[in-house]
């Protein structure tokens, strides 16, 4: 089970439960993978509804790195995500949201 407290997401891929989470090693990858400047203009792409389907393929494979699994992004090229492409995104934009959540609210 995912812990959002932890940062973690869960999304279904080819029928399995899996849980993402975007650790520190895992955002300097998404960063040299995406190949932007910070990951700031990854954020505002999501908060305006600019983000790509690279973009949320890039998340969710960084997500399931730093939750443990050792993926690679050919690997999701054909896998079937529960919930299609919309389920997808919401979990990486959930993602960005957690791994930058601060503790507390404050």
Request: negative net charge; hydrophobic residues 50%.
């Amino acid at each position: 089970m995912a812990n959002p407290w932890t940062g973690e997401v869960a999304l279904t891929i080819e029928g399995e439960r899996r849980v993402l989470k975007l650790t520190l090693g895992a955002l300097a990858e998404l960063e040299q993978e995406l190949g932007t400047g910070s990951l700031v203009e990854l954020v505002q792409r999501f908060e305006g509804g600019a983000y790509s389907s690279g973009d949320v393929l890039a998340l969710i494979v960084a997500g399931l790195r730093g939750g443990g699994a050792d993926v690679a992004r050919s690997d999701l090229l054909r896998a079937e995500i529960e919930g299609g492409p919309m389920a997808g995104a919401k979990a990486a934009a959930e993602l960005l949201a957690r791994a930058f959540m601060v503790p507390g609210g404050a």
